[in-house]
Nanobody, 119 residues
């Protein structure tokens, strides 16, 4: 069964940058739209950024001006470029993608990738 695969997490110093990637596990599926969420220990999962089928984007106030969500249709991948990272950005980051093959679109979650920002 198709799933969403995230990559790019890691340990970075405050003020640094990381880029996360999100792609379907099977190349026969395409991304319609996608969102990045994050969840820190003891906190609820929160929406960080979304990119819609039209290409329009939305961001949480806490990351505006620092994070950029984008897509590369040729690579069938959605990215989250994170810069000026802060310790409060530390969380597991999850991708939720709307995938379709030849039929309807369904929502899929990835297993998450850890981002740790050291101060």
């Amino acid at each position: 069964q198709v799933r969403v695969v995230e990559s790019g997490g890691g340990l970075v110093q405050a003020g640094g940058s990381l880029t996360l990637s999100c792609a379907p596990s099977e190349s026969t599926f395409s991304i319609n739209g996608a969102s990045w969420y994050r969840q820190a220990p003891g906190n609820q999962r929160e929406l960080v950024a979304s990119i819609h089928a039209s290409g329009s984007t939305d961001y949480a106030d806490s990351v505006k001006g620092r994070f950029t969500i984008s897509r590369d249709n040729a690579k069938n991948t959605v990215y989250l470029q994170m810069s000026s990272l802060k310790s409060e950005d530390t969380a597991v980051y999850y991708c939720n993608a709307l995938l379709f093959a030849s039929g309807p679109t369904f929502s899929y979650w990835g297993r998450g990738t850890q981002v740790t920002v050291s101060s």
